[in-house]
């Protein structure tokens, strides 16, 4: 073969295998794209009858095999739970629990004294074990509780349905009156992809009754009235809004055990006192003092309101459940936990620094808050021994009216920032602030009763 015969069969071979080359990323794109399109196969069809999160992740495997990853116990500096391994028993047959956070801190026993938290407390676990550690917990198992608690712990929008014949909010009002053992045997999972998607589109929906009163006259208060989060809220509010149906602070009004977020005059710790002392409501009388108080709730959705990320518009989920990349999808990630144990995709697509940089970022701001955080429970304590020591001396009603009111203050303050899992993380001004009204009133509650 002569050398232009060479020549122009290398030629030919070039082509052909730019060709070939081409043709596998054309249809590579063309691959992608068609996911893309079709983001899942439909195994099976899926109705508002289904609550079982198995036959949804028959549809969205990968979504599901996330989901099922929120039994990880993994701890941070700061927060998360160790795998203890406890003794089965009759009353409790789980053979691993979390730490006790009031064996870890006996202040926050005394804090709670004369109600059920002060009996047993530990770390939250992940979202697959939320319906079962409530069912095992002392304050479950040795108080008496309403079906209100399952809102948070347990699959119940097809419950709601069922026994509102249909009306989700009659079903709420009917299971939240029922005894806890009995209105148990309604659920069956713990909070599953019925209770945030549609099962026909997928789109994220509000499906807590609580939470769309809560919203609405939260709104309201700000000059927009009838809100509908399901048809007026974007894509992104949404993101953070399915979260705000649980992780909110609350309260069991009247003997109907009402679910009820105290949003009626804003999100801020001040405002939502300001409602509860304005409907006279308390959870309980402290044991040793007297004073009639507030148990807060895990309020993450109020703190993360007066953080910089809502500013800056970001979600709940952006963090907590960060996208990923599976092919040509896209999708949230459904094992939702710390965003110190994912910073790569949960901080890092916005925040340029290293891994460890961000890690010793978060937790000088959570150490920072965890000293002042010690320093206003110590003030706490303070005030409730100086409360015990005048009633036990005969102190006037007046003056421990006064002092009551102070403990009041002081102790629903401190309990909205440690019952709110961030450790000061959501928003660190905020919660700095929070607590240093907290050692204020509790020294101005002492103050109270030096004065003759």
Not at 226 to 255: I, K, L, W
Not at 367 to 392: C, E, G, P, Q
Not at 417 to 433: D, I, K, M, W, Y
Request: proline letters at 5%; aromatic letters at 10%.
């Amino acid at each position: 073969m002569n050398s232009s015969a060479k020549r122009i069969s290398i030629a030919i071979a070039v082509t052909a295998l730019a060709t070939f080359a081409a043709s596998a990323v054309l249809v590579s794109v063309v691959e992608r794209k068609q996911e893309a399109r079709n983001p899942f196969f439909k195994v099976v069809e899926l109705t508002d009858d289904i609550d079982d999160p198995a036959v949804w992740g028959k549809n969205f495997p990968m979504h599901y095999s996330s989901y099922k990853s929120t039994v990880d116990m993994v701890r941070t500096r700061y927060g998360g739970s160790e795998a203890l391994p406890h003794t089965p028993s009759r009353m409790d047959p789980r053979h691993v629990v979390a730490q006790s956070k009031i064996e870890q801190d006996p202040r926050l026993k005394r804090m709670w004294l004369g109600y059920p938290f002060s009996v047993d407390f530990r770390e939250e676990r992940g979202h697959a074990y939320m319906f079962l550690d409530q069912q095992y917990s002392q304050r479950v198992t040795g108080f008496k509780q309403p079906g209100t608690c399952l809102n948070c712990h347990a699959s119940v929008y097809l419950a709601y349905r069922k026994l509102g014949n249909g009306d989700l909010v009659a079903g709420f009002e009917k299971l939240s009156q029922m005894p806890y053992a009995e209105a148990s045997r309604h659920a069956a999972q713990p909070v599953a992809c019925i209770d945030c998607h549609d099962p026909k589109s997928m789109q994220l929906r509000i499906t807590r009754p609580a939470f769309l009163e809560g919203i609405r006259v939260y709104k309201a208060s700000q000059g927009v009235p009838n809100y509908d989060p399901n048809t007026m809220a974007s894509t992104q509010e949404m993101r953070s809004f399915v979260c705000g149906q649980c992780h909110v602070e609350y309260y069991f009004q009247g003997p109907q055990k009402r679910l009820v977020f105290p949003w009626h005059k804003g999100l801020k710790v001040e405002e939502i006192l300001a409602y509860y002392d304005e409907v006279r409501h308390k959870d309980f009388v402290h044991k040793e003092s007297g004073a009639g108080v507030l148990k807060a709730q895990h309020p993450e959705f109020e703190m993360y309101n007066q953080g910089v990320h809502a500013r800056s518009g970001v979600a709940c989920a952006d963090c907590h459940m960060p996208y990923r990349r599976e092919g040509g999808l896209k999708i949230s990630d459904h094992h939702v936990r710390s965003p110190l144990l994912n910073i790569n995709r949960a901080c890092q697509g916005c925040h340029h620094f290293p891994e460890q940089e961000m890690k010793d970022r978060v937790e000088l701001i959570q150490t920072r808050f965890y000293k002042a955080r010690n320093v206003a429970m110590d003030a706490l304590m303070d005030l409730i021994s100086d409360i015990k020591a005048a009633r036990d001396a005969g102190a006037a009603g007046s003056q421990l009216e006064k002092a009551w009111d102070f403990q009041r203050k002081a102790q629903f303050y401190l309990d909205f920032v440690e019952a709110e899992n961030s450790t000061g993380f959501h928003a660190p001004q905020e919660a700095l602030r929070i607590v240093a009204e907290s050692i204020d009133f509790s020294r101005r509650g002492q103050l109270t009763l030096r004065r003759k």
